[in-house]
C-alpha cells in the first residue's frame, strides 16, 4: 500500500526509553525522517537518515533503520516530560519531486 | 529569520464562504506545501510547487486552489468552504533533498 504506518499512541516513564516505530513501503526511498510536533504547533525536523545507513545517533536520539524490512525507528534515551508530543515519521521516494509522504504519527505521553 | 510563517493562525468560516491562506518563507526554498492535518490521519498533501509560477495536485486537492506569483509566497485558496474543510493547516518549504520547515499552522473551522 501507500501508507507509512505508525503506532497511535505510547506511554512511558520519565528516565525511561522510548522507542518508536515506524513502516514505510518504497524500497527506493532515500531519505527517511523524524519530526516532532508539540501542542499548537507546527512540526519541527528531528533527525533524518540516509537509505544507506543503518544507524544514526544525535544525543539523546538513536534512529535505526532496516531496509530489508522496511522498518524505523525512534529511540529516545532518558525520556523526559519535555518530549512529550507527536512524532511523525517520514519518507522520501525516489523521483517523487521531492514530496514527503508522512505517518498518521505517534503520541508519546511521558509520566512522573 | 522568521522561517516560514502563515496567516491568519485562526479562522471560522461559514459554509459558502471563500477565504485564503497565505504562506510566506525567507529562506529561498524553491519548493512549498500545503497539507492539512486531521485527527487519526497525520499529514495529507494538499497541493505543492516545484518553484514560482508552477502547482501541482496532492492527495487531497478537491475543494482547493493554490496560487503561486512570487517565489516567497505560497497561497491556498477556498472557493467554497465546507465543513468538511475544518482541519489544521500546515505549509512547508524545503530545498532538494533538504527537510522540510514548517509554519506554526492555521485552525480553520468551517460552521
Known amino acids: 500500500g501507500e501508507d507509512v504506518e505508525q503506532s497511535l499512541f505510547l506511554s512511558v516513564r520519565e528516565g525511561d526509553s522510548s522507542v518508536i516505530n515506524c513502516t514505510y513501503t518504497?524500497?527506493?526511498?532515500?531519505?527517511l525522517y523524524w519530526y516532532k510536533q508539540e501542542p499548537g504547533a507546527g512540526l519541527q525536523l528531528l533527525t533524518y537518515?540516509?537509505?544507506?545507513?543503518d544507524m544514526k545517533q544525535d544525543q539523546r536520539l538513536t534512529v535505526l533503520l532496516n531496509k530489508k524490512d522496511k522498518h524505523l525507528s525512534l529511540r529516545i534515551a532518558d525520556t523526559q516530560t519535555g518530549d512529550s508530543a507527536i512524532y511523525f515519521c517520514?519518507?522520501?521516494?525516489?523521483?517523487?519531486?521531492?514530496?514527503?509522504?508522512f505517518g498518521t504519527g505517534t503520541r508519546l505521553q511521558v509520566f512522573p | 529569520n522568521a522561517g516560514v510563517t502563515q496567516t491568519p493562525k485562526f479562522r471560522v468560516l461559514k459554509t459558502g464562504q471563500s477565504m485564503t491562506l497565505l504562506c510566506a518563507q525567507d529562506?529561498?526554498?524553491?519548493?512549498m506545501y500545503w497539507y492539512r492535518q486531521d485527527p487519526g490521519m497525520g499529514l495529507r498533501l494538499i497541493h505543492y510547487?516545484?518553484?514560482?509560477?508552477?502547482?501541482a495536485k496532492g492527495e487531497v486537492p478537491d475543494g482547493y486552489n493554490v496560487s503561486r506569483l512570487k517565489k516567497q509566497n505560497f497561497l491556498l485558496g477556498l472557493e467554497s468552504a465546507a465543513p468538511s474543510q475544518t482541519s489544521v493547516y500546515f505549509c512547508?518549504?524545503?530545498?532538494?533533498?533538504?527537510?522540510?520547515?514548517f509554519g506554526s499552522g492555521t485552525r480553520l473551522t468551517v460552521v
Open positions: 512547508a518549504s524545503s530545498y532538494l533533498q533538504g527537510g522540510y520547515t
Open positions: 518504497d524500497s527506493s526511498s532515500t531519505y
Open positions: 537518515i540516509f537509505s544507506n545507513m
Open positions: 517520514a519518507e522520501r521516494r525516489a523521483g517523487n519531486t521531492d514530496k514527503l509522504i
Open positions: 529562506m529561498n526554498h524553491e519548493y
Open positions: 510547487s516545484v518553484g514560482e509560477g508552477t502547482t
